[in-house]
């Protein structure tokens, strides 16, 4: 809406509202009861949750696992009241993988069964009473002084890790200091912003990312060509069985000294036409360190290992699950929210991101049981490929929404590309994302957008007991809410209590139902409901940051 029909609008609507709100609606305060008690009081998220991870399992992007979970959860949707409840497609992505059978055994010199779990999109195979070599390299040239050494072995890859000792609790909530530290925080506006120009401790973090990539792509190139039966990697983080385990490293054509274009164009194993992978797992470390420690010995071990996978390549597209309960008198208006359906595979993607699926399911329930009319059109999306790279939303927001153009050839450093919108661009109120583990809500990220803080403020206020009332200038990373932010738009994600998210169910075989609490659950899902309906209720938009590329950075800083 232009300034000058604003104010030409702005008496009437006044009155308006004052005499339509009254008598139609709820006044603010009796919603968010009515929305606190069907929440807190009549909850069905646990059952939700149940279902996504004990019935349905992990979700790997691509499999039938996963679309199974995207008409489960549109049937769902349509069950608790929601209209057009519907899967759009995007792609494409890839093929799919689903673990078939996995076996793994030390066979000499005792028989002991290994705490190991494949990595996905390992291909089939079976070695009998394989040498086992330990390949602790940590540079080319150490990696070098193993040619012609490894055909038909099977290899552990990477140093032993050390286990320690659990003096520190592994859960953790955040602190009111915490808390203060994050109120207290300045807006990225107030950071360096050119992309690079970080910190000197930012940079070198980088960096090592950086080497530590190319190190990993490199020794999945020379293991292919080597000849290497089996790659067993100790799982990254986590003791007690517990293991870590994403997708297979997959070799690469690429000049692996050439780390730009390899980041650029690197080959992902999901592609139909990723090169053969050698079959990968990660182990327990326990497991892992023994292993190491007795080849260091000088000791001969061998493993025996079967592994039976299947690839989906039918149908190449993945697919997001969308359902709406329409608006009233700003039905044309939307507001979203969302959390990704597609996990990892050696758990149950409970606390990443079945927690968050749940707990947007359960608040658009909790609208519709508490009969609730919002004005704006209340949209949530379950989202796909969040784990491969935000995919899912990235697509949505492209097809409906927006997209960033690429920075042209030549352009001065810190240039952003430029946003082309949509009509619905202007239509999209907020979006509202839940990805942090299944700890309860404890405030929300600006992300930058410093005029939404008067319009939270109040809103979280009603909170306070709930213990989510903090506010931070600061962003959050690593999901979906990026999609929107990066076009312009409104995106939030919640600040949560990470739990044992980054201890223990991140990517991991324990990332179980059994690790999502009730009351968490409970008390985020009634925050989420009361945000989109007070969202969805508000006579204008939730403020909006400058359209990316229309404006320059504030505050640029010279690359070093
Ligand atoms: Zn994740």
């Known amino acids: 809406m232009s300034f000058t029909r604003y104010t030409h609008l702005a008496a009437a609507l006044l009155l308006g509202s004052a005499l339509s709100t009254q008598a139609q609606t709820p ?157 207290d925080s300045p807006g990225p506006e107030d950071k360096p912003v050119v992309p690079g120009a970080q910190t000197p401790e930012a940079q070198e973090r980088q960096r090592q990312r950086r080497r530590s990539l190319m190190l990993a792509a490199t020794r999945a190139t020379f293991y292919q060509q080597e000849g290497v039966a089996f790659i067993l990697d100790p799982s990254r983080a986590g003791d007690g069985g517990n293991i870590f385990v994403q997708q297979a490293s997959v070799a690469t054509t690429l000049d692996t000294t050439n780390m730009e274009a390899m980041w650029r164009s690197g080959v992902k194993p999901w592609d139909k036409s990723a090169p053969t992978i050698v079959p990968q797992a990660a182990v327990g470390i326990e497991t892992y360190n023994r292993l190491a420690r007795m080849l260091d010995q000088g000791e001969r071990v061998t493993v025996s290992l079967r592994l039976q996978a299947e690839f989906h390549d039918q149908d190449l597209n993945a697919y997001n699950t969308l ?89 001065p450093a810190g240039t952003v590309g430029r946003v082309v919108t949509k009509p619905d661009h202007a239509k999209l109120s907020a979006y509202y994302n839940l990805d942090n583990g299944a700890g309860k809500i404890r405030g929300i990220y600006l992300q930058g957008n410093e005029a939404a803080r008067a319009v939270f403020r109040p809103w979280l206020h009603m909170f306070k007991d709930l213990g989510a009332s903090t506010i931070t200038a600061d962003n959050t990373g690593g999901t979906d809410h990026l999609s929107f932010d990066e076009v312009g738009l409104p995106g939030f994600q919640f600040i949560q209590d990470d739990l044992e998210y980054f201890t223990r169910t991140h990517h991991s075989t324990q990332d179980v139902y059994d690790r999502a609490p009730t009351e968490d659950m409970k008390q985020a899902a009634t925050i989420m409901a009361a945000m989109v309906y007070l969202t969805a209720m508000r006579d204008e938009p939730i403020p909006r940051k400058p359209l990316p590329g229309t404006k320059p950075a504030a505050k640029p800083v010279r690359r070093s």
């Open 27 to 183: 006044s603010q305060a009796d919603a968010v009861a009515k929305i606190r008690d069907e929440g807190l009081n009549r909850s069905q998220v646990m059952r939700t949750l149940s279902y996504l991870t004990d019935v349905i399992g992990p979700r790997l992007t691509g499999t039938p696992a996963l679309r199974r979970a995207n008409e489960w959860t549109r049937d769902e949707l349509t069950r608790i009241g929601c209209q057009n409840a519907r899967l759009e497609a995007w792609g494409p992505f890839g093929r799919g993988w689903t673990l078939r059978g996995f076996e793994a055994s030390m066979t000499t010199p005792q028989v002991r069964p290994l705490e190991a779990f494949p990595k996905a999109w390992s291909p089939n195979t079976e070695v009998k009473d394989a040498e086992v070599v330990w390949v602790n390299a940590q540079s080319v040239a150490e990696l070098e002084k193993f040619r012609g050494k490894l055909r038909g072995k099977v290899v552990l890859s990477g140093p032993i890790r050390e286990v320690k000792p659990h003096f520190e609790p592994e859960a953790t909530r955040l602190t009111e200091k915490d808390l203060l530290r994050m109120a």
């Open 323 to 411: 359902a709406e309960l329409p608006g009233t008198d700003k039905k044309d208006e939307v507001v979203m929210l969302g959390g990704h359906l597609d996990s990892w595979h050696g758990g149950t993607g409970a606390t990443d991101n079945a927690a968050g699926v749940a707990v947007c399911m359960e608040a658009m329930r909790i609208l519709k049981a508490a009969g609730l009319q919002p004005r704006r059109t209340i949209r949530v999306a379950l989202w796909s490929g969040e784990e491969q790279g935000l995919y899912g939303s990235e697509a949505y927001v492209k097809q409906h929404l927006g997209e960033r153009l690429p920075v042209p050839a030549g352009a």
